[in-house]
């Protein structure tokens, strides 16, 4: 590794676990390595994540954050960052979740592919995802940052496994050859208003594009993307702030709706 020695990695990695085990955010961890590189970062992440399954949960997939032009130009970066999804960052449509089992929570809406075949780059082709996707359902992801005040620089939130929290999927598969999902709409509810609205092309002008950046970077000896897998296409809006007693609600244009709510503080889940 560029920056960090194995030893290094396995300190910082410690931080951010106990931060989430603690529910206490930490000072940014390029605060006191500001020589952190993207590897590094990584490396971070697969630590936490080796952890997880080794205590015996199981990876089911994989969430993409920078997807848009804005956010990449804004952090000077020319391409996306993922992290992985755990079995346990689940849950049902509808569920009631507590806010208090967060740090600093966020929802957004994103498009959700369910993988009927393994997909693992060099080569894969748009084309290629098409063919592999076995439907795409309605989403929103709970994200959630380890990192105090989300002061994040790009080998914060990689190394802090994306920023990740929960996934609501919705209930409903739609073929994704069925629709130009460049120009699916969706409009976000919050207690009934709606607050947000976006379309497809928001992640890298087409979400099934993202699919593919990822096949391609998840070479070996790295897992790849494997049948049953969900990838979640990137944030469609811009990130809002969760509040006790919140309901979310998003409507997609075609591919139906998925809700999530969120009881008040300290209330049991």
Same mark, same amino acid.
């Given at each position: 590794?560029s920056? @960090?020695?194995s ?9 951010l676990w106990?931060?989430?085990l603690?529910r206490?955010?930490?000072e ?12 590094? /970062?990584?490396a971070?992440?697969a ?12 990876i ?9 032009q ?5 952090l000077g970066?020319a ?15 509808g569920?009631v ?11 957004v809406?994103?498009?959700?592919f369910?993988?009927?075949?393994d ?10 995802a ?5 439907g795409v359902?309605?989403a ?7 990192i105090?005040?989300?002061r ?11 920023s990740?929290?929960r996934v609501?999927?919705? +209930? ?5 050859t069925?629709?130009?999902?460049r120009l699916?709409?969706?409009?976000l509810?919050r207690?009934?208003?709606?607050? $947000?609205?976006? @379309?497809? @092309? /928001?992640a890298l ?8 950046w990822?096949?391609?970077?998840l ?10 897998d969900?990838?979640l +296409? ?7 702030p ?8 998003? $409507?997609?244009?075609?591919?139906g ?11 049991a889940?």
């Open positions: 590794m920056g @960090a020695d030893v290094t990695v396995g300190e910082l990695a410690d931080r106990r931060a989430e603690d206490t955010p930490i940014p961890l390029t605060d006191a390595r500001p020589d952190l590189t993207l590897a590094d /970062a990584y971070i992440q630590h936490n994540v080796r952890r997880r399954v080794q205590a015996g949960r199981a089911r997939g994989c969430r993409l954050g920078r997807t848009s804005p956010r990449q130009d804004i970066v391409e996306p960052d993922f992290g992985m999804l755990i079995d346990d960052m689940f849950v049902d449509d569920t979740v507590p806010v208090d089992a967060f740090l600093q929570p966020r929802v809406a994103e498009m959700a369910l993988l009927d075949d997909l693992v780059g060099p080569g894969v082709t748009t084309a290629d098409l063919t592999a996707i076995r359902l309605p929103l992801e709970i994200v959630d940052s380890r105090t005040d989300w994040v620089r790009l080998a914060d939130t990689v190394a802090d496994n994306a990740s929290g609501v999927l919705g +209930s409903r598969i739609t073929p994704a069925a629709l130009d999902l699916v709409g969706l409009l509810y207690n009934g208003v709606a607050i $947000e609205s976006g @379309a497809g @092309a /928001a002008g087409n979400p099934v594009r993202c699919l593919t990822l096949a391609n970077r070479l070996p000896p790295e897992r790849g993307l494997r049948r049953g969900i990838v +296409s990137g944030p469609l809006h811009r990130l809002v969760v509040r006790p007693n919140d309901v979310f609600e998003v $409507e997609f244009a075609h591919l709706t998925v809700t999530v709510q969120f009881d008040r503080e300290g209330a889940a």
